[in-house]
């Protein structure tokens, strides 16, 4: 599994990407809002987040018809040879999809929640397909079940190019857990969720363990 950073914060991705462990990074417009982001700043701050991430940067487009989300998404794409145009899934949304998959434009089709969705997504030349757990939780259903049924019915077939699965909306590192044993490509994490992977309870006590031991062999 390949960890994607789900956040508009820069600090965020450096750090990240200082770990080693950044293949990626998912932005969409809550997030970028929640940093204070202005319209006019956009496509320098997706440049900037391209130039820290190597890997796929996901930048969303908010047009509502096929051919305003054409335009925004070669206009996105235009802003550094790594970046992603994330769609949401809707009639319009697959339309555009297609249409920039034949330009050579990857698409992350987001706001993906069912079988169906994620089948028609990818038909539609999607290269990465993000079905959302965290948000089944929200409403009492079960997250980690609906992606397993999104991996396990996307496996079933071939398709012309390669699709990934990205399993988005995560809260936890259960998820992250499930996400990986089921085989999603990719967990896109916010920067909360990434700290809380490296941590366990027992690394912190065996750890102080270490060092309370590594005193006494200085002081003897
Ligand atoms: O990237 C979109 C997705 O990960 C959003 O997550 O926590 O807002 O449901 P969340």
Redesign the pocket.
């Known amino acids: 599994m390949k960890f994607f950073l789900?956040t508009a914060d820069i600090a965020e991705i450096e750090e990240a990407a200082s770990w080693g462990v950044l293949a990626g990074v998912?932005t969409?417009p809550?997030l970028y809002s929640r940093i204070g982001g202005r319209l006019a700043d956009f496509p320098e701050h997706i440049r900037r987040i391209a130039e820290v991430c190597s890997g796929p940067v996901s930048a969303e487009a908010v047009g509502l018809d096929r051919e305003s989300i054409v335009n925004e998404g070669l206009a996105l794409a235009g802003i550094a040879e790594n970046v992603v145009v994330k769609i949401p899934t809707m009639p319009e949304g697959l339309a555009a999809t297609r249409a920039l998959a034949l330009r050579g434009v990857k698409v992350n089709m987001?706001l993906c929640f069912t079988v169906p969705q994620a089948l028609l997504a990818a038909r539609s030349g999607a290269a990465y397909v993000?079905p959302?757990v965290?948000?089944f939780d929200d409403i009492s259903e079960d997250g980690v079940a609906h992606l397993a049924d999104i991996v396990e019915a996307l496996s079933n077939y071939d398709f012309e190019h390669q699709v990934e699965v990205i399993a988005?909306?995560?809260?936890s590192a259960n998820h992250v857990t499930q996400a990986a044993l089921m085989g999603a490509d990719i967990a896109?994490v916010?920067f909360s969720v990434l700290k809380n992977l490296v941590r366990h309870p027992l690394t912190d006590r065996g750890l102080d363990a270490f060092l309370a031991d590594w005193e006494k062999v200085k002081g003897a």
């Open positions: 789900d998912t969409n809550t987001t993000s959302f965290g948000r988005a909306s995560i809260r896109t916010p």
